[in-house]
């Protein structure tokens, strides 16, 4: 396929931090992709919450099928503007690799806890999983990924820094950045102050695309809504309303799945078309240009933007508040705090691969970091079950 001028190209591409030999049948981006999906971090995924704890049910999307449908809009929206298909890819595959156990509970729960010690990041998390916790490499830590890559990673949400700082992950002033990402960016600057590549916005419009859509599909499956309820909301009601007139009486499993497929594809044409339009506009002709914007030049317009600002409130108000949902919340976050702090002060009961880190940490903060990357690299069911083994069995 041919490449656009404003996609990144891989012959150009800024390399990376140690140098390597070009492989003779992929692409650096290509390799970059295969890298992720062969890390350890990419495997754990799939034992992690998406909104439901892992083992609550064998239908939910975990954190692992998220990303895989992440992914796979990734590809679609890339692919139809011309932009590097294997770079979008990658960065939607390796985006939530920094989530800890539990999800966003885990990750208010270690923020919470890491607060004397410089904070969590998922966001920042990923950048230190790939740059050094991937310990698999004969000359290097982490994946050696490509600058793009690492870039796509750092700020797929928008600039970190700068006058143009957006997102969950930014921060007004850039010696408040994330310790995990600051440390990389003193190595490999990876020009936090711009927009990420048009390859990695997609990336992160993909993210929304699909939690958007399979929260009201895992939503409906828990019973915390019904299809009467997304009759009322825009977007989903007019959905159903066209299922009902092309398919009258159609079996309501099949009814859900038509309507939902619909959504998702109001959201991706919707993406494709704001995306045609501003890159007609403005007529970037590389991929620093794109970076250089003002704004993200892929994202949804304004009328669908807040139709899905409805579907969202509407989802935190009856899926992620539930009343199943936060008792569960609560009990999990009981875990994570109860698991931290005795890692911290016994760290001798890390396995004894974290032995060695261990005895490097000159201080308390060090020492909480090495701690928080094994807590963070947690699976939901490993999580459990050291809590089983270690919390529960000294209390009784």
């Given at each position: 396929?041919?490449?656009?001028?404003?996609?990144?190209?891989p012959?150009?591409?800024?390399?990376?931090?140690?140098?390597?030999?070009?492989?003779?049948?992929r692409?650096?981006?290509?390799?970059?992709?295969?890298?992720?999906?062969?890390?350890?971090?990419?495997?754990?995924?799939?034992?992690?919450?998406?909104?439901f704890?892992?083992?609550?049910?064998?239908?939910?999307?975990?954190?692992?099928?998220?990303?895989?449908?992440?992914?796979?809009?990734?590809?679609?929206?890339?692919?139809?503007?011309?932009?590097?298909?294997?770079?979008?890819?990658?960065?939607?595959?390796?985006?939530?690799?920094?989530?800890?156990?539990?999800?966003?509970?885990?990750?208010?729960?270690?923020?919470?806890?890491?607060?004397?010690?410089?904070?969590?990041?998922?966001?920042?998390?990923?950048?230190?999983?790939?740059?050094?916790?991937?310990?698999?490499?004969?000359?290097?830590?982490?994946?050696?990924?490509?600058?793009?890559?690492?870039?796509?990673?750092?700020?797929?949400?928008?600039?970190?820094?700068?006058?143009?700082?957006?997102?969950?992950?930014?921060?007004?002033?850039?010696?408040?950045?994330?310790?995990?990402?600051?440390?990389?960016?003193?190595?490999?600057?990876?020009?936090?102050?711009?927009?990420?590549?048009?390859?990695?916005?997609v990336?992160?419009?993909?993210?929304?695309?699909?939690?958007?859509?399979?929260?009201?599909?895992?939503?409906?499956?828990?019973?915390?809504?019904?299809?009467?309820?997304?009759?009322?909301?825009?977007?989903?009601?007019?959905?159903?309303?066209?299922?009902?007139?092309?398919?009258?009486?159609l079996?309501?499993?099949?009814?859900?799945?038509?309507?939902?497929?619909?959504?998702f594809?109001?959201?991706?044409?919707?993406?494709?078309?704001?995306?045609?339009?501003?890159?007609?506009?403005?007529?970037?002709?590389?991929?620093?240009?794109?970076?250089?914007?003002?704004?993200p030049?892929?994202?949804?317009?304004?009328?669908?933007?807040?139709?899905?600002?409805?579907?969202?409130?509407?989802?935190?108000?009856?899926?992620?508040?539930?009343?199943?949902?936060?008792?569960?919340?609560?009990?999990?976050?009981?875990?994570?705090?109860?698991?931290?702090?005795?890692?911290?002060?016994?760290?001798?009961?890390?396995?004894?691969?974290?032995?060695?880190?261990?005895?490097?940490?000159?201080?308390?903060?060090?020492?909480?970091?090495?701690?928080?990357?094994?807590?963070?690299?947690?699976?939901?069911?490993?999580?459990?079950?050291?809590?089983?083994?270690?919390?529960r069995?000294?209390?009784?």
């Amino acid at each position: 396929m041919t490449l656009a001028p404003y996609a990144c190209h891989p012959e150009t591409s800024r390399g990376r931090l140690f140098p390597e030999t070009m492989s003779t049948f992929r692409s650096p981006f290509q390799r970059d992709r295969d890298r992720i999906i062969h890390s350890s971090a990419f495997r754990r995924l799939k034992h992690k919450t998406q909104v439901f704890v892992e083992h609550e049910g064998d239908y939910y999307r975990t954190r692992l099928t998220h990303t895989i449908e992440v992914a796979q809009v990734a590809r679609t929206i890339a692919g139809t503007l011309g932009l590097n298909v294997e770079l979008a890819e990658a960065v939607a595959l390796a985006h939530d690799l920094g989530h800890p156990p539990f999800g966003h509970t885990g990750e208010d729960a270690l923020h919470e806890l890491m607060a004397p010690y410089g904070g969590f990041d998922h966001n920042a998390q990923a950048i230190r999983i790939v740059t050094r916790l991937e310990r698999h490499y004969a000359d290097f830590d982490g994946l050696n990924l490509t600058w793009e890559t690492l870039e796509g990673i750092a700020k797929h949400n928008g600039p970190v820094i700068g006058p143009n700082a957006q997102g969950s992950h930014s921060v007004a002033d850039p010696a408040d950045m994330p310790y995990a990402l600051a440390e990389v960016n003193a190595q490999y600057d990876l020009e936090l102050h711009t927009h990420a590549s048009a390859e990695a916005q997609v990336a992160a419009v993909a993210d929304d695309v699909a939690y958007n859509h399979h929260d009201l599909h895992d939503g409906l499956r828990a019973g915390l809504f019904s299809e009467a309820d997304l009759m009322e909301l825009p977007v989903t009601g007019p959905a159903f309303e066209e299922v009902d007139r092309l398919y009258p009486g159609l079996d309501p499993s099949r009814r859900r799945h038509e309507a939902l497929r619909r959504v998702f594809g109001v959201m991706v044409e919707d993406v494709i078309a704001v995306a045609r339009n501003r890159l007609e506009a403005s007529q970037p002709q590389s991929a620093q240009e794109i970076r250089e914007m003002e704004g993200p030049i892929i994202r949804f317009s304004k009328p669908l933007y807040q139709n899905l600002k409805a579907i969202k409130s509407f989802l935190f108000t009856r899926m992620y508040r539930a009343p199943s949902v936060v008792r569960e919340r609560q009990r999990v976050t009981a875990m994570v705090k109860d698991l931290f702090p005795l890692f911290l002060e016994e760290p001798s009961l890390l396995p004894d691969e974290w032995h060695a880190d261990i005895a490097r940490a000159q201080d308390r903060t060090e020492l909480a970091r090495v701690v928080l990357d094994y807590v963070a690299g947690m699976t939901d069911r490993f999580a459990i079950q050291e809590h089983e083994r270690l919390c529960r069995a000294g209390a009784a």
